[in-house]
């Protein structure tokens, strides 16, 4: 007999709806696994919303005050899909009232903030994860295999971009629903928190520590209206980043994002090279690890494109048969699965609040070095 968890979830916008499906879909996919999602409520302003929305997915219940969802006694598990700027408080509540916490990225909206979560949550002593699913997309996981196999040797340049299109328009408003990302104080920062952070956090995950950055940051329109007040305001957020760093293992990191690339959409890209080996990976080709050894033999040497499909790579043995391939919303499955299995292994699931703290204070060095024009150090000693 399988335990349940009751889910409790705020917010059922974008990662609203593709938590309720992994939280449906785990069980079945992973049948091995001692806990069970139940969808026990959702959590939204909007009564009549909120109830369509628990309706299509089969939340058993509403509720428009988070924090009356917080204090049900029949929730276990808080998961917080809101804007950057609800975070925090959701999270110290869940905390105190003994919840455990699934928080969607970034953390907090600077380390300051960030750091308050960590020691909430370890002070209550409740599980937490923070929601930076690209590590369980199956060829991610993989590239994490092979470098702990050793397989690229000692690591010389690690680069990412995040690049997409979509706020080119002057005349595209900033704040309210779906336009929060261009409000800094519903998002605490533009293209460094909101699409970075998740090249951060898996630069972090797969070649260590970011000790120091250097930056450039711009907010190419300067002015747009604001959805909630309806007057012009000035735009707070980085419309594009672009920063070089240091790893902790003596490695080189470039990264890049913008919302200013005509013609990408979600480009997410990263590749790492080594002495022996490198290797990238596309979002846009999201099922397939490209791979060059340099230990081949020369004649058949080259970029090899690898589908991850088979039984024997991450993940796949849970899903179809080989050759076929899965997709975005996996990741977040993986992510619930292997939460739910840390609770009953009793140990913490990464990324933590405490590994997420990480990524936050590389997203405040990076802002701080666009503003400073120096080399900054990462770290407010918490990491
Ligand atoms: N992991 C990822 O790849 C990923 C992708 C997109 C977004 N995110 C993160 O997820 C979070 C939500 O982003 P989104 O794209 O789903 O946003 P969204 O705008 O689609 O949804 C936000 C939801 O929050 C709700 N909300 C706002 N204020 C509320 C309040 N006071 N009480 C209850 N509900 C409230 C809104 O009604 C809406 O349902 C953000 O932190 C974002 O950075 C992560």
Known sequence: MTKPLNIGMIGYGFMGKAHSNAYRKVSHFFPELEYRPVLKAVCARNEEKARAFA???????VETDWRKLVERDDI?????CTPNNMH????????????????????????????????AVEKAGVANTVWYNYRRIPAVTLAKQLIEEGRLGRIFHFRAQFLQDWTISADLPQGGAALWRLDVNAAGSGVTGDLLAHCIDTAIWLNGKIT????????????RKHTLTGKVEKVGIDDACTFMCRFENGSLGNFESTRYARGHKAKYFFEINGEHASIAWDLHDLHRLQYFDHRDDSIVRGWRSIHVSDGDQPYMKHWWVPGLAI???????HQVADFLAGLSSGKPTGP????????????????????????????????
């Open 76 to 80: 276990d598990a808080i998961d917080i």
């Open 327 to 333: 997709g975005y919303e996996h990741s977040f499955v």
């Open 352 to 383: 933590t609040f405490r590994d997420a703290l990480e990524t936050q204070c590389v997203c405040d060095a990076v802002l701080k070095a666009a503003q400073s024009g120096q080399w900054e150090k990462v770290g407010c000693g918490c990491c």
């Open 212 to 223: 120091s950055v250097a930056s450039l940051t711009e907010t190419f329109i300067k002015e």
């Open 55 to 61: 309706d299509t997915w089969g939340y058993e219940s």
């Open 88 to 119: 925090h408080d959701i999270a110290i509540a869940a905390a105190k009232a003994g919840k455990m916490i699934l928080c969607e990225k970034p953390l907090a909206m600077n380390a300051a903030e960030g750091k308050e979560m960590v020691d």
